[in-house]
């Protein structure tokens, strides 16, 4: 078992090792932190959705940026849109699960804002619609992917497709990333 375990955490560092390396994705990081505060400077918010890990990571990046990353600091307005339960329940009744990003899109969704779509496949249906959505409204969007950056690929204004098709490996480096994007959005906006 445990070469096991040092096997599991080799191919992690292997496919974090490959992002550090990728000159595309590293200068697609710099321009989506430039956005992000871009965003917040003129007053917008930044909206995460995804489905189960990839909805507990969309969470966990929209408290980085609500509550603090590495110091006090003003709070700054980005939710996942899953959090109201509720509401997810009565969409997904009444209209379909398919809908229920998109629909909360409607609702709060403007132009200047950002939608950070987080799916392994690329093609989860709740995130391409609510992509469709954000579009409508001219919000940008980014999506975190796998390898082929699925069907939101081409609905993504900036795609984040870690060079995996293993769904644990990719999780992991979107946490990463995002992180990333975090701390680096905080230091700009609030680091004198």
């Known amino acids: 078992m445990k070469e096991r375990i040092r096997k599991i955490i080799a191919k992690s560092i292997e496919v974090k090792a490959s992002i550090e390396t990728d000159a595309v994705m590293i200068a697609t990081v710099e321009v989506i932190v430039n956005e992000i505060v871009s965003c917040y400077q003129n007053g917008g918010k930044v909206l995460f959705c995804g489905n189960g890990g990839s909805a507990a990571d969309a969470q966990h990046l929209a408290a980085e940026l609500s509550g603090r990353f590495y110091f006090d600091r003003q709070p700054l307005n980005a939710e996942a849109l899953h959090v109201n339960s509720s509401f997810v329940t009565a969409v997904a009744n009444d209209y379909g699960y398919d809908a229920i990003f998109a629909r909360m899109i409607k609702a709060v969704g403007k132009s200047g804002d950002i939608l ?63 992180h990333i994007i975090c701390e680096l959005v905080e230091e700009k906006l609030f680091k004198a």
Do not use: C, W, Y
């Open 116 to 178: 950070i779509g987080l799916t392994t496949s690329g093609n989860s249906q709740n995130i391409l619609n609510a992509f469709d959505v954000a579009k409508s409204l001219e919000m940008k969007t980014i999506g975190f992917t796998g390898v082929s950056g699925g069907k939101l690929k081409e609905k993504s204004d900036f795609l984040l497709n870690v060079p995996s098709s293993d769904t644990p490996r990719i999780q992991e480096s979107h946490i990463m990333l995002g």
